[in-house]
């Protein structure tokens, strides 16, 4: 059984940094691409960042573009994620999860969620 467990999340000002991680465990991890969403409050989950299986392509949403940074460790099972220059509107649950395929079609293992929570 996948599971994915996020950490990382916290209180932050605006400009400030947080890097999140997901441990996965329960299947082979670099048989997954590996993607962060988020959903703040009141607004639909949106895609932030992915990362294919083995660390190489990655794609990010505009809004973080040049801010947040995805990576992956696999002798650790885990993905990270590195936000960078903080702003208001990055306050909201980051999800992880795994996709089977590149480009991912569908996620098929979600995590529980990582509250981050930035303030001016």
């Known amino acids: 059984q996948v599971q994915l467990v996020e950490s990382g999340g916290g209180l932050v000002q605006a400009g400030g940094s947080l890097r999140l991680s997901c441990r996965f465990s329960g299947r082979t991890f670099n048989s997954y691409a590996m993607g962060w969403f988020r959903q703040a409050p009141g607004k639909e989950r949106e895609f932030v960042a992915v990362i294919s299986w083995s660390g190489g392509p990655t794609l990010y949403a505009d809004s973080v573009k040049g801010r947040f940074t995805i990576s992956r460790d696999n002798a650790k099972n885990t993905v990270y994620l590195q936000m960078n220059s903080l702003k208001l509107e990055d306050t909201a649950v980051y999800y992880c999860?795994?996709?089977?395929?590149?480009?991912?079609?569908?996620?098929?293992?979600w995590g529980q969620g990582t509250q981050v929570t930035v303030s001016s």
């Open positions: 999860a795994a996709a089977g395929s590149w480009p991912p079609l569908e996620y098929n293992y």
